[in-house]
């Protein structure tokens, strides 16, 4: 595809529902991460994924939060029992080299998440 | 250790003027210094990134200084234009194992007035 992109752009559950969020990342691209961005703050890393390596989880704030990445493309992201602290804008990002020195991670526009 | 500070939260520049952002970090593994805008509704896109072992590094416009023995960093946006209107935040990337994440600013809203 031309970008990354992320499915819902904006979803509103209540308080103790599970949400499920997805992304698709740049086709051939094979690092992912999620990022999480509360309202007027910046993006706080939640979890990454290389090639078939064991992801790096270590930004996930609970064990509610839980992700997996399938066939190595798509991602979808778990947030159970959801808080109105898990309120934020989620995003998604990939990138083709992330051994290199200078990578780009590319974003997709994030999911909403707005938890009443 | 992992944290990146950036300042100011806001700025107002007349169109023409020069936009100045500052970020300051502690952790001295970290080996790639991005820096990111974004608009309202949109996710961050890369607007110009620096490696440690350069001091400057300008394209168009837009310069960064970098100063390694401070642990600072600035964005330079030089005759700022109104489209540059956005939030900007500084990033830097963990340089150990597998600590590939950015861990970013927390953000600068530029307003460029017409």
């Known amino acids: 595809g031309a970008g990354v992109s992320q499915s819902p752009s904006n979803k509103v559950t209540e308080k103790g529902k599970d949400v499920e969020l997805r992304c698709d990342p740049i086709s051939g691209h094979t690092a992912l991460y999620w990022y999480r961005q509360s309202l007027g703050q910046g993006l706080e890393f939640l979890i990454y994924?290389?090639?078939?390596?064991?992801?790096?989880k270590s930004g996930l704030p609970s064990d509610r939060f839980s992700a997996e990445r399938t066939g190595g493309s798509v991602s979808t992201l778990t947030i159970q029992r959801t808080q109105q602290e898990d309120s934020a804008v989620y995003l998604c990002?990939?990138?083709?080299?992330?051994?290199?020195?200078?990578?780009?991670?590319?974003f997709g526009p994030g999911t909403r998440l707005l938890v009443l | 250790q992992q944290q990146v500070k950036q300042s100011p939260q806001s700025l107002i520049v007349q169109k023409g003027g020069i936009s100045i952002i500052n970020c300051a970090y502690e952790?001295?593994?970290?080996?790639?210094f991005p820096w990111y805008q974004q608009f309202p509704g949109k996710g961050p896109a890369l607007l110009i990134a620096?490696?440690?072992?350069?001091s400057e590094k300008k394209e168009g416009r837009f310069t960064i200084s970098f100063n390694k023995s401070a642990k600072q960093f600035s964005l330079h946006i030089m005759d700022s234009q109104p489209g540059d209107s956005a939030t900007y935040f500084c990033a830097a990337r963990g340089g150990k194992g597998s600590a590939r994440q950015l861990t970013f600013g927390s953000g600068t809203q530029l307003t460029v007035l017409p």
């Open positions: 620096i490696r440690p072992d350069v």
């Open positions: 994924f290389q090639g078939n390596s064991a992801p790096d």
């Open positions: 990002a990939s990138s083709s080299q992330p051994s290199g020195m200078e990578e780009t991670q590319y």
């Open positions: 952790n001295t593994a970290f080996d790639y």
